[in-house]
């Protein structure tokens, strides 16, 4: 996938300086600290677990080169992409934690001009978004694969001819279906990537068809990792970070 080639590209020479302090794998997000004070997290992505093994070999990434993380990013294994997205996120901390504070649910929507009548298409059922996409009296088709809801051809064909937003999750970064879905979309539909996953590097999606990442930073650290330890999920996480937003400058531009 090219945008994950991207990301293992912008931060190899940093991740070959920078080492991993510690990596805290939950049932819900697994994060990555960093020797610069970085952290970073990413969703926990299981992809037919059968057996105690989460992966198949393991060396000790805490104390090495965070670059021993941020080469999965372009494995096979969704779980090491999830530790791969999480050490990125943690080098691009400073750049991540410098941005202004992003808007509540409700004021993303009126930025991605949602209003009554609007065709919404949405990877990944975010439940907030949902309710005030429905108080709003948009129109919503919905697909999560994860949780077996809607139909992938049909979804396709509505984004192609009917959608005019899309709000996209980061976890495509982590079963590698990002790039199919943006294929999809139709000229002029406005995308917003979207969740504590996202990178918030604009060179990464250049050229790409996302208007907005959105994303979050975490604040207390000691807090966020306890939480993952924890097995929580989003709304916890978000208690412990701040929602931040970034303006992709018009379709995908540097």
């Not at 198949?56 to 090491?80: F, M, T």
């Not at 129109?139 to 709000?167: N, S």
């Not at 990464?204 to 807090?223: C, I």
């Not at 929580?232 to 970034?246: A, D, E, L, N, S």
């Amino acid at each position: 996938m090219r945008i994950n080639a991207t990301l293992f590209e912008l931060f190899e020479k940093k991740a070959k300086e920078i080492l991993v302090t510690h990596l805290c794998m939950g049932l819900g997000y697994t994060a990555v600290t960093t020797s610069d004070g970085g952290i970073g997290i990413a969703y926990t992505f299981f992809e037919n677990k059968t057996t105690c093994m989460a992966q198949k070999s393991y060396e000790n990434p805490e104390g090495a080169p965070a670059i021993g993380l941020v080469e999965h990013i372009l494995s096979d294994s969704p779980i090491l992409r999830t530790q791969a997205l999480a050490a990125i996120n943690a080098l691009n901390y400073g750049a991540a934690a410098a941005l202004a504070q992003g808007p509540d649910n409700a004021d993303l929507l009126a930025q991605m001009g949602v209003e009554k009548g609007t065709h919404v298409a949405m990877v990944g059922a975010f439940k907030p978004l949902i309710k005030v996409i429905r108080e709003k009296e948009a129109e919503l088709v919905l697909m999560d694969t994860g949780k077996g809801i809607g139909d992938e051809q049909d979804f396709y064909e509505k984004l192609g001819t009917w959608a005019d937003v899309l709000i996209l999750t980061a976890t495509t970064l982590l079963n590698n279906t990002t790039e199919a879905v943006l294929g999809h979309a139709g000229p002029g539909v406005r995308t917003v990537l979207l969740g504590p996953s996202t990178p918030l590097v604009k060179e990464a999606f250049a050229g790409r068809p996302v208007d907005f990442l959105a994303g979050t930073v975490p604040v207390d650290a000691k807090g966020t990792i306890q939480a993952i330890r924890h097995g929580t999920g989003t709304p916890v996480i978000q208690r412990f970070g701040r929602k931040v937003m970034m303006a992709m400058g018009g379709r995908g531009s540097t």
